[in-house]
């Protein structure tokens, strides 16, 4: 009796153990699984960090964001021309502005501290502003657009198909290339490619320019592209190509100031004949007008007093 007693309790305490060891394994699968499960989380988590973050920086880079735009003061007040790409950046951007008549007003407004800073073309500020020019006391610093130069006809007009005719053979023959220099903006140069002038049938502007006797270019006062010189005659990478397109047509070239705000305005009264005076190419001036192909590059720049 004592030794079936002592089996009995023998057999009872093996399986006691064997059920406490499979108690073990189970509690120790159980926490595997729960951390398992909760590295996955982790994991998961910061692969949608991960893809958040590229998606943002590829948005970025798509719409030519600038890093340097985020830190732009908003509490300054930034001289603009009016009707420029200057001013449609300022808004863009939600910076309040004091609208004058022209770029070179802009940087007035700067240097006399009537305004905290300007919003001008990248080109104007390479000519305007720095050592050894009319305003060494300022300098340029965050780039807000990238942007591209063309000349403006009237809508349908046939003289935007002549001047991209003018642009292709002075670019082959080194005369685009050569003028650019002597203004400082060969660097900006777009490769233009060889066109062929295609006539208006009906209402060429073309034929009337050429019946007129004129070209009649409006402009405002915007170094390098038109500016005058000692002696008062406008001279410049747009004002040189002007003329030469002038030539070309067997015309005079004529330069009258406008009020950029209103140069769609001066096109359509044919007060003007062409806008040809550092136009960026934006949606408005594009649907308003005939654009000539893109022929500088270009960027809209803040400008401030140097420190």
């Not at 420029?84 to 309040?96: H, K, M, R, T, V």
């Not at 023959?173 to 002597?182: F, L, N, S, Y």
């Not at 060429?204 to 405002?220: C, F, R």
């Not at 030539?247 to 140069?263: H, R, S, T």
Request: aromatic content about 6%; proline content about 1%; some cysteine.
């Amino acid at each position: 009796m004592k030794k079936k007693f002592a089996l009995m309790l023998a057999v009872s305490m093996t399986v006691g153990t064997v059920l406490t060891g499979c108690g073990s394994a189970a509690k120790d699968a159980a926490q595997t699984a729960a951390g398992a499960e909760e590295q996955a989380d982790t994991d998961t988590a910061q692969e949608a960090a991960d893809a958040e973050e590229n998606t943002d920086a590829a948005t970025a880079e798509e719409t030519g964001a600038d890093s340097d735009t985020a830190s732009v003061d908003t509490d300054l007040i930034y001289a603009v021309e009016a009707g420029s790409a200057g001013e449609a950046a300022a808004q863009d951007n939600g910076l309040q502005t004091n609208v004058v008549t022209s770029q070179a007003d802009a940087l007035m407004e700067v240097a006399a501290g009537t305004s905290d800073a300007a919003i001008i073309d990248l080109l104007m500020a390479g000519a305007m502003i720095g050592e050894g020019t009319s305003y060494p006391n300022l300098t340029h610093t965050t780039e807000l657009t990238t942007e591209e130069y063309g000349v403006g006809c009237r809508k349908g007009s046939d003289l935007a198909s002549y001047i991209n005719a003018v642009f292709g053979e002075s670019f082959a023959d080194g005369t685009m290339k050569e003028t650019a220099a002597v203004y400082g903006v060969q660097e900006a140069l777009v490769e233009q490619p060889a066109t062929e002038f295609v006539a208006s049938a009906e209402d060429s502007d073309v034929a009337y320019i050429q019946e007129k006797g004129n070209l009649i270019i409006g402009i405002t006062e915007f170094e390098p592209m038109d500016y005058r010189d000692e002696s008062g005659e406008w001279i410049g990478f747009d004002a040189d190509m002007a003329r030469l397109t002038a030539e070309k047509l067997g015309v005079e070239a004529q330069f009258v100031v406008i009020d950029w705000d209103n140069k769609i305005m001066e096109l359509e009264s044919k007060t003007i004949d062409v806008v040809w005076n550092g136009m960026t190419l934006t949606a408005e001036t594009t649907s308003a007008m005939e654009c000539t192909n893109a022929y500088c590059n270009n960027a809209q720049v803040i400008v401030v007093p140097a420190e």
